[in-house]
């Protein structure tokens, strides 16, 4: 069981700061946001970063804690460029990159419908495949080539590989009980969970869990994530909290504060460390 912390905001001084924080106050995983800018009634802009710069940053202020982006919305991104600023991180960090996938937020982003990104579910899930199988290629070291419907790669190869074998961990979201969604899952090596209709609860992550040991043919470690708050100050409100969702097979509890929390307020909940559970 590991335990992750979602960075809401900061700037490129703070957020490598944080995630050394993390790190020292005993923390598994430190995540950032990956936006261009949103734009919304709710939320006007504010500042954004570049999520590949900042997670270098990261690992080069960082030893043990696993990084990556919370979620990449990769169907805007070039796969081989992609390709080639994972395996850069993979090995800037030895080791210490996860790749969390999704859609993204194309009515928030601005970054999507404001510059004429493809904003169907089904357009962008197309992509996304398309995207994961040639980094899956390209991370090899192999030879690999990909001729699909939204982009052609003639064989090549990048070296070096990624650190990480047989690759980069990728957790796409999937949405539970959709099928379709859930075959993804299985190709790759975790799921950041979403619920169809309704709220996720923990019979949800068991049947999850249930699904995926019936159905993965790979042998390789499958990690599952949920997202919650919990009092750093309270600690057997915070076991109570995050007790259920363990015994329901999560491996990763993500410590999310989105809802306008202060800077101050988000590193004092880092400086507490994570749930602890006897």
Known sequence: ??????????DVQTIPEMAAEAEAAGWDGVFIADCISIDTPDYPPGPCYDPWILLALMAARTQRVILGPMIAAISRRRPWK???ETMTLDHLSQGRIVLPVGLGAANDDAGFYKVGEEMSQKGRAALMDECLDILNGAWSGELFSHDGDHYHVQSMQLLP???????IPVWPIGVWPREKSMRRVLRWDGIVPQKKDGDMTPEDIRA???YVEAKRELTTPFDITW??????????????????????????????RWNNTGLDEVRERIRQGPPRIN
């Open 227 to 256: 997202e919650g708050e919990t009092p750093g100050d309270d600690p057997e409100r915070a076991a109570a909290i995050v007790r259920p969702w363990i015994d329901a097979g999560i491996t990763w509890w993500m410590e999310a």
């Open 82 to 84: 992609l390709a080639r």
């Open 161 to 167: 590989p990624s650190v990480q074998r047989p690759r």
């Open 208 to 210: 999850i869990k249930t």
């Open 1 to 10: 069981m590991r335990y992750g912390f979602i960075i809401p905001a900061g």
